[in-house]
């Protein structure tokens, strides 16, 4: 209670009542992650159980519509799937592998980082190049190069079963530089503090030292930097998706229901592709604003 107490007294908390747009933020980045967890109980239907999806009912316009039926919102696509409840159960997956993503990313580049800071030498410089020579090719293609390489060495039966880990590891591998970056550069400054230097005359090991004393003192831009992060790896996850090479079609993304629609969406079965995009960036946008004014409100020069 006393934690909590303080956190509400704190100057974060104040910022955060203070700025509406941060409010609304949140409450929508809120809704996206309860819509997609509940996507089980809260969707109005299972849009991915054969047994209920009736041909009849494909290309059913919003229930607003002259032609809509109130038993689907939003419509429903091609295979007479309620678009609402697609989006939701789409959510999940998007978040999921986003969130995965950005925690493994995170962990790779912070490790790079503290031993590329602590270390210093032919290690620093080695780590550095590797993330030099990763900066200069875009993320986009560093996934996909990762992704088409796991097809080629997985066998063909196994590309269903392992589709979210191998795209959990390809935005990972994509987004690892920046971490170690941020972590190596905050290390620089760390090491030669004087905590540093006692604890190296006591006998600390050095590992014990970088993940012991110097991590929890450069976590901060990490954890701001994660935040960032997540909405970059939902939108590479939604990207590598509506290419057609990220999840299967039995587990659809937000990026596989907008390529779905896509090819309707000239024909004015407009919903089907509208929707799930809109959804994205409300999605994207209210995390990014959370990202945003998390970085501020934990910079103390702008208080």
């Known amino acids: 209670m006393d934690a909590i107490r303080r956190f509400l ?14 409010i609304v933020s949140a409450v929508v980045a809120l809704t996206c992650i309860v819509a997609a967890a509940g996507a089980g109980f809260l969707a109005p239907h299972n849009p991915f159980d054969l047994k209920t999806l009736n041909l009849l009912d494909a290309f059913t316009p919003p229930a607003w519509t002259e032609r809509g039926n109130p038993t689907y919102l939003l419509g429903t696509d091609d295979q007479g799937r309620d678009v609402l409840s697609a989006i939701m159960y789409g959510s999940r997956v998007s978040l999921l592998v986003g969130l995965c993503a950005v ?4 962990f790779i580049g912070v490790t790079l980082g503290l031993i590329s800071g602590y270390v210093g030498g032919k290690v620093d410089a080695f780590i550095m190049r590797v993330a030099d020579v990763q900066l200069s090719f875009p993320s986009i293609l560093i996934a996909l190069l990762i992704d088409g390489v796991a097809r080629v060495a997985l066998p063909k039966e196994a590309h269903d079963s392992a589709a979210i880990y191998v795209l959990v590891l390809a935005i990972a591998a994509s987004g690892w530089v920046q971490y170690a970056r941020t972590v190596r550069g905050s290390t620089l400054v760390e090491r030669n503090k004087e905590y540093v230097q006692a604890a190296r005359v006591i006998g600390r090991h050095p590992i ?7 991590l929890p003192n450069v976590t901060g831009p990490v954890l701001v930097l994660a935040t960032l992060h997540i909405g970059t790896a939902i939108i590479t996850e939604a990207t590598l998706s509506f290419l057609g090479v990220g999840v299967p079609p039995t587990q659809p993304s937000l990026g596989t229901l907008i390529r779905i ?11 089907i592709t509208v929707f799930p995009g809109a959804w994205l960036v409300m999605m994207v946008l209210a995390i990014n604003l959370l990202g945003d004014w998390l970085r501020d409100a934990l910079n103390p020069k702008l208080r």
């Open 261 to 271: 629609g896509n090819d309707f969406l000239f024909s004015g079965e407009w919903w």
């Open 103 to 106: 925690v493994l990313a995170m």
């Open 208 to 214: 014990a030292i970088m993940f012991t004393h110097v």
């Open 9 to 22: 007294d704190g100057d974060v908390f104040h910022s955060f009542k203070r700025s509406p747009i941060v």
